[in-house]
């Protein structure tokens, strides 16, 4: 059974545990006997039960069970024996007040972590008990006959309630800080040359609304660089200069470029508030950086990224090697031996689109010549992509070449939100099609090997059955330069969850990091140089692609080629461990790219000892 699983089979024993021990409560009011002494047996029984559920449950992981061992359970078993006790002692009325207790007990029990998240701390467990021993007192006072002192001893309920709340709302600890020996914006900046053999490529991007029309016809409003959304492709050969000088011509709320996947120096890397300002309207920034990764990347808005990348603030980002540039091109009837397509899959307005294309893309290749498709997921949820009509091998994720990754047909390829997928393979005789979602009436690319033949077949074929790649026993091992059994300088964990915390100073039901959010969870510290394993946990039941910014990850513990991310699908009940080499000294974003998400609280820093900025957000 999953751990998603047995979350769910615990919630539902929980809940039926509240039903029980309530129900005898009514029971007693009522005066029937029997039906109390069977529901307070019954009670037991369940109780026994999800002490049972947990104790499997907590073989997955403390994280899942953190807040059920220490104060759920104790507390209902606690209150639910003396229930008991009082009800095989003295009878059915001196029962009544007690198992209202027990009641209330298990519905705290059930309902404070999900409001709280994870780990519960003492002022949560505090308020949890002010509240069931509140609802107690309350339900004492209309179920007994006799007087009971119910405003006298609702005092120290209070007091208990709001001691809880006052520990809440204390200030999450900060690691004492040291001073900057360098800052971001006038120390870590990108060269200024190219390498040796390398040429500066310029590019110019305006950030501006426009109305954009899809190849169906259909006009979205939209938020474009230069016009258009996906924004300009920018290429570039490995060796090569990028500087990028970005304006702002009207969007109020502000823009900046981000390098999604690619390990810039901290200060170009487009983080508003840690790496720089957002760029207002009229105002402008340039950045520069080395071509030095070869693959497949993107660019995006950082600035209210939640909203701007949802409307278009985005685009392609290709460095290829400086070997096979002539060997490539987009245009498949150039001379080129490689047809090379970039394909951003983005959702404008509810329509799914590839590039500007939300339905059928048709193209005509030779059979034989080498095509390279390169799938760019620049939405917040995860897009499942299939191959039709052809054997194909995954060559790199997320820029990074897979070893000797092995032919694959008739499987399905999760692509995480902002993760990137490169497939290869000759151009057959007949049709190939590229779907999304498993919906040929979506967009889908339909490549035909026949240059007469506009007919395409293969996109008739149901793929919903297909299974989906495991990507983590994809290709053939290879050497790292670390691995699970290394000796890491820093572990750290993030557990993922929902609860309530404060957001950017206002309090809302959010996406939490450790139970707290943005910009209230402690950094992670780290020194340059330090070797760093991550164990990202998600207590949730949503998915969240992670995301660290400057660095690529390395996943723990595949049994295929070695796996460098640097987006990542966490799914409920999933426990992901990656590591990295603190070697890009800055403060950078770590935070979960489903960008309302983050948008929610779920983002946190990467910090280097010793370095500082100047911007506001941090």
Known sequence: MSTLSLIAVDLLVALVGVGTWLGAAIAAASGRTRATRFLAVSAVAVTLVRVAVVGVLAGRGWWFVQEKVVFALPLVVLVGAVAVVVLVARGVTAAIVPLYGAGFAASVGLVSPLLTGYPMGVGQALISLGVAAAATLVAWRYTSGAAVPTKRL??????????????????????????????????????STPAPGGSVRRFELAARKASITLASGTSVEAWTYNGSAPGPEITAVE????????????????????????????????????????????????????????GTYWYHTHQVSSEGVRRGLFGALVVRPRNDVADTAADPNSDADTVDLTLPVHTFDGIV????????????????????????????????????????????VDGYDLHEPGP?????????????????????????????????????????????STVDTAATVDTTSWPELDLLAYGTPAPTPFG???????????????????????????????????????????????????????????????????????????????????????????????????????????????LDHARQGMALHLSYEGVGTTHSGH
């Open 408 to 452: 694959v047909r008739g499987e399905a390829l999760r692509v995480p939100a902002g993760g990137r997928v490169d497939l290869s393979f000759p151009m057959p005789d007949g049709a190939v099609a590229l779907l999304v979602d498993d919906d040929a009436s979506r967009a889908t690319l339909r490549i035909n090997g026949d240059r007469a």
């Open 239 to 294: 060796g090569d200069l990028i500087e990028v000088t970005l304006t702002n011509v009207d969007i109020e709320s502000g823009v900046t470029l981000h390098w999604h996947g690619y390990d810039v120096p901290n200060a170009e890397d487009g983080a508003p508030g840690v790496t720089q300002a957002a760029v207002p309207p009229g105002g402008g920034h340039v950045y520069r950086f080395l071509a030095d990764q070869v």
């Open 353 to 396: 689109a590839l590039g500007a294309h939300d339905g059928a893309q048709e193209l005509a290749v030779a059979p034989g010549r080498p095509v390279r498709l390169r799938v760019i997921n620049t939405d917040s949820t995860p897009h499942r992509v299939s191959l039709v009509g052809t054997e194909f091998r995954v060559v790199a």
């Open 154 to 191: 609702l005092v120290p309920v209070a007091v208990l309630g709001l001691v809880g709340v006052g520990l809440e709302l204390l200030p999450a600890p900060q690691g004492a800080a040291d001073s900057p020996i360098r800052t971001v914006a006038s120390e870590l900046r990108g060269p």
């Open 484 to 594: 699970p059994d290394s000796a890491f300088d820093r572990d750290f964990t993030l557990v993922l969850d929902r609860g309530l915390a404060m957001v950017d100073g206002v309090p809302m039901f959010a996406q939490t990091v450790n139970g707290a959010g943005y910009p209230n969870i402690p950094d992670q510290r780290v020194r340059e140089g330090d070797l760093v394993r991550v164990t990202v946990v998600n207590r949730s039941i949503e998915t969240h692609p992670w995301h660290l910014h400057g660095h690529r990850v390395l996943v723990l513990g595949t049994t295929g080629s070695p796996l460098w991310l640097d987006t990542f699908d966490v799914r409920p009940g999933e426990v992901w461990r990656v590591a990295f080499r603190a070697d890009n000294p800055g403060i950078w974003m770590n935070h979960c790219h489903n």
